[in-house]
């Protein structure tokens, strides 16, 4: 089992900018990618962001150019840094980490709202 543990989200202004975290433990030598999906209200759950443990990244289209996503060298944390923030980037944030196989783990989520 991995446990994932997400901190950083709230309340930003359009053009703002947030930095989520996830931490990950218990059987992390499982974890080959950690990453992000969203889910906005009436919408389906959706992927922002994933790292692999090699380092490869690889972005949603609506997210390119603005978000990054970063991790440690010991796959245990997972950042995804969040900038010129837009109002239908609102959704609750979920960290993921995958195993080889495409099993995942999920976080409890954050919430990340964009709004004036």
């Known amino acids: 089992q991995v446990r994932l543990v997400e901190s950083g989200g709230g309340l930003v202004r359009p053009g703002g900018s947030l930095r989520l975290s996830c931490t990950a433990s218990?059987?992390?030598?499982?974890?080959?990618?950690m990453g992000w999906y969203r889910q906005a209200p009436g919408k389906e759950r959706e992927l922002v962001a994933i790292?692999?443990?090699?380092?490869?990244?690889n972005y949603a289209d609506s997210v390119k150019g603005r978000f990054t996503i970063s991790g440690t060298g010991a796959k245990t944390t997972v950042f995804l840094q969040m900038n010129s923030l837009k109002p239908e980037d609102t959704a609750v944030y979920y960290c993921?980490?995958?195993?080889?196989?495409?099993?995942?783990?999920w976080g409890q989520g954050t919430q990340v709202t964009v709004s004036s």
């Open positions: 993921i980490a995958q195993r080889v196989g495409g099993y995942r783990w």
């Open positions: 218990g059987r992390i030598f499982e974890i080959n990618n």
């Open positions: 790292r692999t443990n090699a380092g490869s990244t």
